[in-house]
């Protein structure tokens, strides 16, 4: 069975940065055929799709509206997929929740198409 649990969220101050950490079970980054991408939602806002990566050969897809900022990662060892973010404005306070599915291997099909969902870690940037 298939499970994401994400864990590094809290509080951060504006220009500060935070690595929020992915967990998966249930499949192993290096052998099997993922994608494995971090949302966020914000109070009030509709969920949006940030960044994702393939489990197998580390393709990535980055929004543009956080390209620059945000960096995923993985680290096969630890069976884990990070989102590393920098110089975080108020506006990126949001819970943010990694996702996986199967991924047929198009850059353009690495985040839609997700299947299975954390339960999310709040990220709350504030002075």
């Known amino acids: 069975q298939v499970q994401l649990v994400e864990s590094g969220g809290g509080l951060v101050q504006p220009g500060g940065s935070l690595k929020l950490s992915c967990t998966a079970s249930g499949f192993t980054l290096e052998k099997d055929y993922y994608a494995i991408g971090w949302f966020r939602q914000a109070p009030g806002k509709e969920r949006e799709v940030l960044s994702c990566i393939s489990s197998s050969d580390g393709s990535t897809f980055v929004e543009n509206s956080v390209k620059g900022r945000f960096t995923i990662s993985k680290d096969n060892a630890m069976n884990t997929v990070s989102l590393e973010m920098t110089n975080l404005q108020l506006t990126d306070t949001a819970i943010y929740s990694c996702?996986?599915?199967?991924?047929?291997?198009?850059?353009?099909?690495?985040?839609?198409?997700?299947?299975?969902w954390g339960k999310g870690t709040l990220v709350t940037v504030s002075s």
């Open positions: 996702a996986a599915g199967h991924w047929g291997g198009l850059i353009g099909s690495l985040c839609p198409g997700m299947n299975y």
